[in-house]
């Protein structure tokens, strides 16, 4: 029992290391102090998420050890409505404990037991011991993976894939829009065939599509959870029902589906599946890079640029050149991107430090793993409403860079061969001419044959051309 110390700000709290002066008002008590002193290397904290999702672990698990009569219901009770406002609102004040402490996240782990036992006694409930009743059939090496899992599960959920879809949406709806907009495609940044504005579009769609469907797989994957493995994975400490127990009670909880992991020894020892969603979020990173640099290089100019679009201007974009607008949006996602290949990499590390068996770098790999999904979801959403949504196209201009392109020469190959083409082009390029008047004068084509042949719009429909359909 704490008893309150001789300066009034503190209060004295003892574990089995013996005395410690906590703060008076603090939640937590003697472990949790112990680790606020030792770890103080960053302000980085366990996301609100992950916080959240510990505290739907401990009401769980307390209601599955009063199926197993292991808590009295008035103890499980207490402890889960003490576990219930921290997991729908976590007040952050509670877990100031660095991510940079033991690798196991044993302190964040005996922190959420803390604040829950003194809940329940300021409550005025039964007597809730961290260890023996918050903490029972548990340890922090099966509760700290399982907080990883089920974090991220809910989060890809609740935010992740509705950022997606929602881009995904964005784009599609503009790419209808532009279906009879024709531009000159770009290969090494150089002049290529045509393409429909909504083709290009819609690539980036379907490049989203595939990310998409890779963070479903691995989510699949996260559902099988480690809990009830305690220890090493054995489950010592834990009777053999209460893993099933558990995970029907979590999922009734958070509305979405868990299951015991076949191999509980694994969901301990090895963090692969981390690895695996980070990777996911790291691809989908990259596809966010293309399109941002695509809109950043199309929107360019807008005078000596391609000046194909026109992002919408949100702010000035110089202190000294008055007049200048940046495409803010897809640089703070271009930024965003490399953020995410950062975390990527951290996790990668990480992942690889399963000491026999248990990980040692838990902390990291949630604060990662959480960020990324945060992080990418809003820059989904800032690229779809702020850049794709609104832009507008230039026309004058994709029409004049068409109609000068030699590359549509490449549209008379099946009619002249590869070599006279090339002679037109090269041509075309030095007298700075469209290609057809080029190719009128040194074929026997007839303007109309030419003006069917190198018909941008058609181009863009694939086939030989001047084949029948």
Request: charge should be negative; aromatic fraction near 4%; hydrophobic fraction near 40%.
């Amino acid at each position: 029992m704490a008893t309150q110390s001789s300066n009034g700000n503190t209060r004295i709290e003892k574990d089995s290391m013996g005395e410690i002066d906590v703060p008076a008002e603090a939640l937590w008590r003697a472990q949790t102090e112990r680790a606020r002193q030792n770890f103080q290397l960053s302000a980085l904290r366990f996301p609100a998420r992950s916080i959240a999702a510990l505290a739907h672990i401990k009401a769980a698990a307390a209601q599955a050890n009063a199926d197993l009569e292991l808590l009295t219901q008035e103890q499980a009770q207490a402890i889960t409505a003490a576990a219930n406002s921290f997991s729908r609102s976590p007040d952050l004040q509670h877990f100031p404990l660095d991510i940079f402490q033991t690798g196991s996240g044993t302190s964040t782990n005996m922190n959420m037991n803390e604040v829950l036992a003194e809940t329940v006694r300021r409550n005025k409930g039964p007597s809730v011991h961290p260890n023996d009743h918050v903490n029972c059939s548990q340890s922090s090496n099966d509760v700290i993976p399982t907080s990883i899992q089920v974090s991220c599960v809910i989060a890809v959920q609740e935010l992740w894939l509705p950022a997606i879809m929602h881009l995904q949406q964005t784009i599609e709806a503009k790419a209808q829009s532009l279906t009879d907009v024709v531009k000159t495609g770009r290969t090494h940044l150089m002049d290529a065939m045509p393409i429909t504005m909504a083709q290009e579009l819609r690539t980036w769609r379907t490049q989203l599509h595939h990310c998409q469907a890779h963070v479903n797989e691995v989510c699949e994957r996260l559902r099988a959870l480690p809990q009830g493995g305690t220890a090493v994975g054995s489950g010592i400490n834990a009777p053999r029902e209460f893993r099933s127990k558990f995970c029907e009670h979590l999922s009734a909880r958070t509305k979405q589906q868990f299951y015991p992991a076949d191999n509980p020894f694994a969901g301990i020892a090895g963090q692969e599946l981390s690895l695996q969603l980070a990777g996911a979020l790291n691809s989908c990173g990259a596809v966010l890079l293309k399109i941002s640099n695509d809109l950043r290089w199309m929107n360019s100019g807008p005078l000596a640029g391609l000046g194909e679009i026109s992002l919408t201007a949100l702010q000035p974009g110089s202190s000294i050149m008055p007049g200048k607008v940046n495409p803010v949006i897809p640089e703070a996602v271009a930024m965003v991107a490399a953020h995410l290949a950062g975390s990527y990499q951290t996790i990668a590390t990480a992942a690889q430090q399963g000491n026999f068996q248990l990980n040692v770098m838990l902390p990291l790999i949630a604060y990662h793993l959480i960020e990324s999904i945060e992080l990418s979801a809003n820059a989904m959403r800032a690229l779809a409403d702020q850049a794709i949504a609104d832009f507008s196209v230039n026309h004058e201009r994709l029409e004049e860079a068409l109609a000068r392109n030699p590359i549509l020469v490449t549209a008379l190959n099946s009619v002249i061969g590869y070599n006279e083409a090339a002679k037109i082009a090269k041509r075309a390029y030095q007298e700075q001419r469209p290609v057809i008047d080029v190719a009128e004068e040194m074929t026997d084509l007839s303007r109309t044959e030419l003006e069917q042949l190198l018909d941008p719009k058609k181009l863009t429909r694939g086939g030989i051309p001047g084949a029948s359909d």
